[in-house]
């Protein structure tokens, strides 16, 4: 059965007129995935927040950081596991799978990430996102400590806390305007 047509349930520009930079991003996303994400889509009605949301995201996940673009994508996994998020479970789903290689892998993220036999520092990594995401108010100075024992930085936990944060805001902006992902994203890397 295949997944509903819509972007979003609001209404978006039929032609958006995106400012240059923007145009401009939309094409070398075309390029590259051959497809448009709709999450960047559904930002089209506020160019804007467009810019705003690109450059965040790109920041956090693809500039240097001690933590690896999998890292990343797994916390996005966790997040949005945590959260129930369908966009998100597709599309980042899709980013494990193509960073590790590992279709199982993408699979175990998105369903129960504690099954897959991951590194000590990604576990500890993971169950700290978990944890941030579903009792955000139980986090303390016990839990930055386990990160620093399994060999993360401060400047890593600040960029963990930090991409989790992401992820719980683009899953709530998911849910509320019920964001379907492209249909693309079932059939990559696997």
């Known amino acids: 059965m295949p997944q509903p047509t819509h972007v979003v349930r609001i209404a978006l520009p039929e032609s958006p007129d995106l400012p240059d930079d923007m145009a401009s991003y939309f094409a070398v996303c075309q390029d590259k995935l051959g497809m448009v994400p709709n999450v960047l889509q559904a930002y089209t009605g506020n160019p804007e927040k467009l810019r705003a949301f690109?450059?965040?995201y790109n920041q956090l996940m693809l500039a240097p950081s001690g933590l690896s673009k999998l890292e990343r994508e797994m916390i996005a996994v966790v997040v949005s596991?945590?959260?129930?998020?369908?966009?998100c479970l597709v599309a980042h789903g899709q980013a494990v799978r193509q960073l590790s290689g590992d279709p199982q892998l993408?699979?175990?993220?998105?369903?129960?990430?504690?099954?897959?036999?991951?590194?000590?520092?990604?576990?500890?990594?993971?169950?700290?996102?978990?944890k941030l995401t579903k009792?955000?108010?139980?986090?303390?100075?016990?839990?930055?400590?386990?990160?620093?024992?399994a060999g993360f930085s401060d400047q890593?936990?600040?960029?963990?806390?930090?991409?989790?944060?992401?992820?719980?805001?683009?899953?709530?902006?998911?849910?509320?305007l019920d964001m379907i992902p492209n249909p693309e994203y079932h059939t990559m890397s696997r």
């Open 54 to 56: 690109s450059q965040f």
């Open 81 to 87: 596991s945590a959260n129930r998020c369908y966009y």
């Open 106 to 130: 993408g699979e175990m993220m998105v369903l129960n990430y504690r099954i897959a036999d991951l590194e000590p520092r990604q576990r500890t990594m993971l169950d700290y996102a978990w």
């Open 135 to 149: 009792t955000p108010h139980d986090i303390g100075e016990a839990d930055r400590q386990g990160l620093r024992d």
């Open 156 to 176: 890593d936990i600040f960029d963990i806390t930090d991409t989790v944060g992401f992820f719980n805001y683009t899953n709530r902006m998911a849910h509320g």
